[in-house]
């Protein structure tokens, strides 16, 4: 196992390299074995698997994936940390530490030059903010993907595992369901980092279908409906969708769509299940496309 497990080794490498943690970057280091453990157990790492950990840190979760996986690419936006990361990751030789902000990074590219474009694993501890907007990207950019677990506050995993007509259920729910099937791996309590974060925070594991659970005939159509509906959720349906300027259907045309789907025309969105979504959007297609 990696030294960093033991917080006091942490605590020694931030002294020796006088390390100022960067509130910008969200530098929330974990401290914590069981929860490492968890996270190496949920992301179904083995010998086989090409990891992309995103924001390593000091490395400490980095050592544990360096002896599970075949190879790890760590990528860290901290000049500060690229040294103290090439000295905790010293005794490695599958890992590449890349000085890079992900947000600018090509992915794609990465996943065909270190693994052929075969499937990877993404493990990621990042600032809460930047976490779905990367996650949405990964799904979105069809970057070839078996998993990606990751660490989000406690409210964001709830919401993207919630079920229909829950109150935590929305637009974030959909997009994650459709790529993926998601997994509550631990709650993890401020205490388990240093310095402590404000709010609670779950690992979430999302194992990617390798095909959607629905088929649609347009894509964007249904996550446009999915959004128009969760955008006014106090309003029925009908009038989400009719108050919703990508959607060029009559109110009338909307309410018939609905009945086609098999819904009553006073329906809420926040009660129809993904399939009840793709069929609603076929039928808004097909009436988009009528003569
Ligand atoms: N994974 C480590 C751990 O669990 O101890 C560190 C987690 S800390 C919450 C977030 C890490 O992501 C920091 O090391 C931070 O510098 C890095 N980071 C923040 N924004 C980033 C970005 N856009 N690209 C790459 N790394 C980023």
């Given at each position: ?157 709830e919401r993207?595992?919630a079920?229909?007509?829950t109150?935590e ?123």
């Amino acid at each position: 196992m990696g030294d960093l497990i033991y917080p006091q080794n942490t605590i020694a490498v931030l002294q020796k390299y006088q390390f100022n943690f960067q509130k910008k970057f969200g530098q929330n280091f974990l401290i914590d074995a069981h929860v490492m453990d968890k996270i190496i157990a949920s992301a179904g790492v083995t010998k086989d698997s090409f990891v992309l950990e995103i924001g390593p840190g000091i490395g400490t979760m980095t050592q544990f994936l360096c002896e599970s996986a075949k190879a790890v690419a760590a990528v860290e936006i901290d000049k500060n940390l690229i040294p103290i990361l090439q000295d905790t990751l010293s005794s490695y030789h599958n890992v590449d530490i890349i000085h890079e902000d992900i947000l600018k990074m090509d992915i794609g590219q990465l996943v065909l030059e270190k693994n052929g474009g075969k499937p990877i694993r993404v493990v990621a501890n990042l600032p809460y903010y930047i976490t779905t907007p990367i996650i949405m990207e990964l799904f979105e950019s069809r970057i070839p993907l078996e998993s990606i677990t990751v660490m989000v506050q406690k409210e964001v995993a709830e919401r993207m595992k919630a079920d229909a007509g829950t109150k935590e259920y929305g637009a974030l729910s959909l997009a994650v369901q459709y790529y993926a099937n998601p997994e509550i791996a631990a709650n993890v309590p401020p205490n388990c980092f240093i310095p402590r974060p404000k709010v609670g925070s779950a690992v979430i594991c999302l194992n990617c279908h390798k095909n959607p659970p629905v088929r649609v005939k347009d894509e964007n159509l249904m996550f446009d409906i999915i959004r128009a509906s969760f955008n006014q959720r106090r309003k029925t349906l009908v009038n989400g969708l009719n108050n919703f300027s990508k959607i060029p259907l009559t109110k009338e045309q909307i309410i018939q769509s609905i009945k086609m789907a098999g819904m009553p025309a006073n329906v809420r969105g926040e009660t129809l299940t993904l399939s009840q979504f793709a069929e609603l959007s076929d039928c808004v297609y097909d009436m988009i496309k009528k003569p």
